[in-house]
């Protein structure tokens, strides 16, 4: 991991860009107790949830699902997360997940499709450091 021995900068434009899918992502992860959440934040049933959020991955989890035009189907027609107070550990903590702190290579391969990646103040450590920690790293 490049980090913590350089410093990074982040500022969020709001564009929306990280709701979308990548092309080796098709699903928004969740952590346990998250779905339950985002649920009663909509006001959603069990039923209505599962059909219409939710995507059964492989090992029978849960993710949120991606549409057909490759958004998170919580993102509103205005790029705004509709769960924003409840979104997922995975959301909270973008761009500073793991795999995108492996190398410098990773992190400016993402700010190709995140423009708020290397703008703005360069964010504190202990910032990131917490992030990683909210993800188990
Ligand atoms: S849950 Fe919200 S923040 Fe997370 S990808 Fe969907 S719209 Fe974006």
Redesign the pocket.
């Known amino acids: 991991m490049f980090f913590p021995d350089a410093e990074l900068r982040f500022h969020c434009t709001g564009c929306?860009q990280?709701?979308?899918g990548h092309a080796d992502a098709h699903y928004?992860e969740l952590a346990a107790g998250e779905a339950a959440n985002?649920r009663h934040y909509l006001g959603f049933d069990k039923k209505k949830f599962q059909r219409d959020i939710l995507v059964t991955l492989d090992d029978k989890g849960k993710g949120?699902k991606?549409n057909a035009h490759g958004?998170?189907?919580?993102?509103?027609e205005n790029n705004?997360?509709?769960?924003?107070p409840v979104?997922?550990r995975?959301?909270?903590t973008?761009p500073f997940w793991p795999e995108l702190l492996q190398s410098e290579q990773d992190w400016h391969a993402e700010a190709a499709r995140c423009e708020g990646i290397n703008q703005g103040a360069v964010v504190a450590a202990a910032h990131i450091k917490k992030q990683l920690k909210l993800l188990g790293s």
């Open positions: 929306g990280c709701c979308l928004i985002i949120i991606i958004r998170c189907v919580l993102l509103d705004r997360c509709s769960v924003y979104r997922p995975q959301c909270m973008y």
